[in-house]
């Protein structure tokens, strides 16, 4: 017979992994038509503006930018959400609460706001998005491919499920011979610019047996 100690800790199981599943149906409306799937064994260069994205990136982490109750710049999470340089979806309501919006993705879209808007709008928004939309084509690279600025969508428990993974992040570098990289991400448990430990854009330490997909825009997906 379970104690009531090992039940309340099912039932905070249940209700994360029921937040993280109402987060990814939240975000399931349009989607883009299929392109035109590619070969991902050809390499892909970086496109130059990249070093914008990891400068941008690196702003946003020093800004300090935490959910509502670490007492940092909780409201700069709706310039992800609403901003014309993130995902632009203006009807979403303002950011005040913690789990209110997955916004992980949000966070890389505005770091990434040299890309096409319509591509940000739509693709940057969701892992199941990012993998609908280029799985299978050259955005998509090889985990042993990691360099700096690339999407990297990772597992954040050991089910590693669902296929296409359930957190986005930027990869700050390429891994070592142990598989470890660091990365910056948003609406995550981690580092921030004060050292201290917060939930909120972060820099972490990820390894590559976590890692579900690697994804590089290309040139053409630049604005």
Same mark, same amino acid.
């Given at each position: 017979?379970?104690?009531?100690?090992?039940?309340?800790? /099912?039932?905070?199981?249940? %209700? &994360?992994?029921?937040? #993280?599943?109402?987060?990814?149906?939240?975000?399931?409306?349009?989607?883009?038509?299929?392109?035109? #799937?590619?070969? #991902?064994?050809? %390499?892909? /260069?970086?496109?130059?503006?990249?070093?914008?994205?990891? $400068?941008?990136?690196? *702003? $946003?982490?020093? #800004?300090?930018?935490?959910?509502?109750?670490?007492?940092?710049?909780?409201?700069?999470?709706?310039?992800?959400?609403?901003? $014309?340089?993130?995902?632009?979806?203006?009807?979403?309501?303002?950011?005040?609460?913690?789990?209110?919006?997955?916004? =992980?993705?949000?966070?890389?879209?505005? =770091?990434?706001?040299?890309?096409?808007?319509?591509?940000?709008?739509?693709?940057?928004?969701? =892992?199941?998005?990012?993998?609908?939309?280029?799985?299978?084509?050259?955005?998509?690279? $090889?985990?042993?491919?990691? +360099?700096?600025?690339?999407?990297?969508?990772?597992?954040?428990?050991?089910?590693?499920?669902?296929?296409?993974? *359930?957190?986005?992040?930027?990869? +700050?570098?390429?891994?070592?011979? *142990?598989?470890?990289? %660091?990365?910056?991400?948003?609406?995550?448990?981690?580092?921030? =610019?004060?050292?201290?430990? /917060? &939930?909120?854009?972060?820099?972490?330490?990820?390894?590559?047996? *976590?890692?579900?997909?690697?994804?590089?825009?290309?040139?053409?997906?630049?604005?």
């Amino acid at each position: 017979m379970p104690t009531k100690q090992q039940l309340e800790s /099912v039932i905070l199981d249940l %209700k &994360e992994d029921l937040r #993280r599943i109402n987060r990814e149906l939240n975000q399931l409306s349009i989607d883009l038509p299929d392109d035109l #799937r590619k070969p #991902r064994g050809e %390499k892909v /260069v970086p496109n130059e503006r990249v070093e914008t994205v990891l $400068e941008r990136s690196e *702003n $946003e982490f020093n #800004r300090f930018v935490t959910e509502p109750e670490y007492d940092g710049d909780y409201q700069r999470i709706n310039a992800y959400i609403q901003g $014309e340089d993130g995902l632009g979806w203006s009807w979403e309501s303002d950011y005040t609460r913690n789990g209110q919006f997955a916004w =992980c993705g949000a966070f890389a879209a505005f =770091c990434y706001a040299a890309i096409n808007a319509t591509i940000r709008k739509q693709v940057f928004a969701s =892992c199941y998005r990012l993998s609908a939309n280029w799985s299978g084509t050259k955005r998509h690279r $090889e985990t042993s491919d990691i +360099l700096p600025g690339d999407i990297v969508v990772v597992f954040t428990s050991d089910k590693q499920s669902p296929s296409y993974g *359930n957190h986005i992040t930027i990869a +700050l570098e390429s891994p070592d011979t *142990n598989g470890d990289f %660091k990365t910056v991400e948003g609406n995550a448990h981690g580092e921030s =610019c004060k050292e201290t430990q /917060v &939930e909120g854009v972060i820099h972490r330490s990820r390894n590559t047996q *976590n890692v579900a997909a690697v994804y590089r825009p290309l040139d053409e997906d630049y604005s």
